[in-house]
């Protein structure tokens, strides 16, 4: 799974806007500590459940959300997330589809399911300028796996 996040954390790049679903306990923290360190950033991941969100430096700002404990389109965090989402940062959302509404109209999407004792991540895109760069995303885990590094789930 973290090998998995690292792959897909080195195609991220500032203003890429990344929303996590699945359950409590499918994944999404341990994932985006991969992502974190695809990125490049040696920064140590932690659960922002209580304080909403954590911030990481690296050669990318990050910005780190969990909305577990957010009340539907709250807006308060309409306005925090439209604040992060405009910075020079990359924005790993869990628990994003709480606050659907006002989620920005470009972003990945990263669904993680239960699947027997493994987990099944599947990545999507909601513009077609990010449908190519998942795409060759998709292609460089295809050539990783054949080259025995796993795609880690
Ligand atoms: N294949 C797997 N992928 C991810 N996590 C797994 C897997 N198998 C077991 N786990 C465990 O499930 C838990 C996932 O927790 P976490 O990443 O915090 O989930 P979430 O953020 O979705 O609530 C961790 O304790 C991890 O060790
Ligand atoms: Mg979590």
Redesign the pocket.
Known sequence: ?VSLGASIGRSLRAGDVVV?T????????????GIVRGTGSPARVR?PSFIRMVEYEGPVRILHL?L?RVETADPEWASTLAESAGEDAIVLL?WGERIAEVLPAERWEIA?DFEG???RVSLSATAPALEARIGALGSALVAEQRLGGGS??
């Open positions: 799974m996590l699945g359950e409590l306990g499918a994944g999404k923290t341990t994932l985006i500590r659960s969990d577990y869990e993680i004792e493994g987990r880690g789930t």
